[in-house]
């Protein structure tokens, strides 16, 4: 790697680590390119040579949070355990995660690109195999499931869980009393 390289990769690092830091404490909204590259130390267009824009800036950040999570699920819930306990224990790690690591886990659904814009394949890769950590468990206690059953099932677990969560999120207007439309009857 040559020397301008090096140099590319430093700056992509630093900006990279800095907007997960302004992320992790402030949220996705308070993220200002001017403010982030301040913090950094570089100039205002560096960004540019590191990323193509700021939209794909975050992207890398949600990467390395969506790693972190996938991490801390295969941790919570070991191949060793069994299928039911996996799940569970999935299900608990996925909470956990997203209690410890509120505002970056918040940042995974928040972020939107540009209509104009493609997701990256390597970021739908790391979405899917958290997917794939649900399936896995699923597949065994549900052998009679086809591929497209069981992708949908473990979809629409992890849909659960994960509506649970934002629900419960202090941000949520359904989480605060008095918000909640009621039937009268």
Known sequence: MGRRDEGREELRLRLLETAERHIAAQGLAGLKARELTAEAGVALGSIYNAFENLDL??????????????????????????????????ARGYVR????????????????LPEHVAVP?????AHVRILQLIAGPLARLRPDLSVEQLALRARTLFAAVHGVVHLSSPASSSARPGRCSRRRS
């Open 57 to 90: 800036l975050v992207v890398h950040v949600n990467a390395r949070t969506l790693a972190r999570l996938d991490a801390a699920l295969r941790e919570m819930a070991p191949d060793t355990l069994a299928p039911a306990e996996r799940m569970v224990a999935l």
């Open 121 to 125: 394949e390597w970021h739908r890769e």
């Open 97 to 112: 995660f997203a209690l410890d690591n509120r505002r970056l886990w918040a940042a995974l659904f928040d972020h939107r």
